[in-house]
């Protein structure tokens, strides 16, 4: 099973360029979520979807767009890139529960990108 | 509020000694807690989850964890380190009702020989 797939998995942006970030699950998971790691920092959420048209904002949304016109989808889009983006993005996906929060996170293997 | 705080961003322990990751959570209601590890240029997996049913939980490769809701604790430990060990933990919690995930800064776990 393919789980969750992400590309790029590198990416090199000038300041100012605009870039997405692909994100594709095939366990017809409800949840998507899109994650930054930066060093000390843990993992920060930037957006969530629940389900198809569904998308919410995170800790970090400021510079992120995110849209769900299908299940299997969730593409993150940098409008226009700065130097502070530089990170490696993280999408992650799950089911979810009826107590009204998701199980367990399934990761893709992440894009590194940086800003010069 | 939810959050997470993991003790040590950094720990070492020898080859076949006690491995011992500490994880403070706060929560206003009862949370789902999880670690998660993370191998050089991947992405995490989950090691093991607590979600009420019992508050020793045991994961994957020999991995344990305590729901303390006492001291609001969830440490992460392995009676005898190997090698294969080294990468970096993180804890994390959920609540119901909510959809946001909130992960611990991580620690990273050198294995000594």
Not at chain 2, 102 to 109: A, D, E, P, S
Request: positive net charge; proline residues 4%.
């Amino acid at each position: 099973n393919a789980g969750v797939t992400q590309t790029p998995k590198f990416q090199v942006l000038k300041t100012g360029q605009s870039m997405t970030l692909q994100c594709a699950q095939d366990m017809n998971h409800e949840y998507m979520s899109w994650y930054r790691q930066d060093p000390g920092m843990g993992l920060r959420l930037i957006h969530y979807s629940v389900g198809a048209g569904i998308t919410d904002q995170g800790e970090v949304p400021n510079g992120y767009n995110v849209s769900r016109s299908t299940t299997e989808d969730f593409p993150l889009r940098l409008l226009s890139a700065a130097p502070s983006q530089t990170s490696v993005y993280f999408c992650a996906s799950s089911y979810v529960r009826t107590q009204g929060h998701t199980g367990e996170l399934f990761f893709g293997e992440g894009s590194r990108l940086t800003v010069l | 509020a939810q959050s997470v705080t993991q003790l040590g961003s950094h720990v070492s322990v020898s080859e076949g000694a006690l491995v011992l990751l500490r994880c403070n959570y706060s929560s206003s209601v009862p949370p789902y807690l999880f670690w998660y590890v993370q191998y050089p240029n991947q992405g995490l997996q989950l090691l093991l989850k607590y979600t009420s049913a019992a508050t020793l939980v045991k994961g994957i490769n020999g991995f344990e964890a305590e729901f303390k809701k006492s001291e609001t604790s969830f440490h992460l430990t392995k009676p005898s380190a190997h090698m294969r060990d080294a990468a970096e933990y993180f804890c994390a919690v959920i609540t119901s009702g909510t959809y946001k995930y909130i992960f611990g800064t991580g620690t990273r776990l050198k294995v000594l020989a």
